[in-house]
């Protein structure tokens, strides 16, 4: 890591994104006193990192692992008291979880009996438990259906109206244009973008034109690098120097019907890509 420095409000969501190897997971556990930084340090709640400060956070890995022999209640409640919940308290806190994340009717099953995404939803309840101040998830949403996705994220959304900071890693630009409130982008180790969607957004605004046509456009058009079709439009890249206005004369000398010509905002997973290829061509 190269001087990775970061900050989290209570009751703010900060999606963490970048490409494979970029060292998400890396930045996560140096946050989490999981491993030592070789210089800097991590702080949290105000102050150091301490034993007390790591029971107020919920941490939810990547690679999953419950005690797989044992009963949902037995697990989750032997967990609350691992973050200092009383033994009456974590048996409460553990119907109300599995409520949250609609697990009831599988709370006397053992962990070997549930399905892959069962047992996701059941650990983020178990990250929820204690009610943590700090909740930092990583790749929280992978491998469910859409319907347990959803409610996972709302689980995420309470969180946040209820004030905890949240730090999710993921691969989907949709989820974090979704939940977060700033994107943080870590590449080669490096910060590459840190800002709020909307305004990460405006900032690469300007050179994506998206046009609806029933027509194909012309093979070649001066000032555009790269075209995509979709079902619903076609997105031109322009190179540096072109301007919209050049490009619609085109489009119109060629012939083509114009029934929708915008200057895009473009999508966090455009952002993404172009950003990665950039960096990576400089290198």
């Not at 983020?124 to 992978?142: K, M, N, Q, Y």
């Not at 905890?164 to 949709?174: G, L, P």
């Amino acid at each position: 890591m190269n001087d990775v420095s970061f900050h989290v409000k209570s009751g703010e969501v900060v999606g963490l994104v970048g490409p494979n190897g970029a060292g998400k997971t890396t930045t996560i556990r140096m946050m989490l006193g999981i491993l030592a930084p070789d210089e800097g340090e991590a702080r949290a709640l105000g102050g150091p990192l301490t034993e007390e400060t790591q029971e107020r956070i919920g941490y939810l890995p990547e690679e999953r692992g419950l005690y797989e022999g044992l009963r949902l209640t037995v697990v989750l409640s032997y967990l609350g008291q691992l973050k200092g919940l009383s033994r009456r308290h974590a048996a409460i806190r553990t119907g109300e979880m599995l409520d949250a994340v609609g697990m009831s009717e599988h709370a006397h099953k053992k962990v070997r009996e549930l399905s892959r995404g069962m047992t996701q939803l059941v650990q983020f309840g178990a990250t929820l438990l204690h009610r943590p101040d700090i909740l930092v998830l990583d790749e929280p949403f992978s491998g469910l259906d859409p319907v347990n996705a959803r409610r996972m994220k709302e689980l995420v959304l309470e969180e946040k109206e209820r004030g905890a900071a949240i730090i999710f890693s993921t691969h989907q630009m949709t989820d974090v244009e979704e939940l977060s409130d700033r994107v943080l982008m870590i590449d080669g180790g490096e910060v590459a973008l840190d800002g709020a969607p909307s305004e990460l957004r405006r900032r690469y605004r300007g050179d994506t034109i998206r046009v609806e046509s029933p027509d194909a456009p012309p093979a070649s058009i001066s000032g555009v690098g790269e075209v995509v079709r979709s079902a619903e439009s076609i997105s031109m890249r322009l190179t540096d120097r072109a301007t919209a206005e050049q490009v619609l004369k085109q489009l119109l000398d060629a012939g083509m019907r114009i029934e929708r010509f915008e200057v895009a905002l473009p999508t966090l997973e455009e952002i993404f890509i172009r950003e990665v290829q950039g960096r990576r061509g400089t290198r």
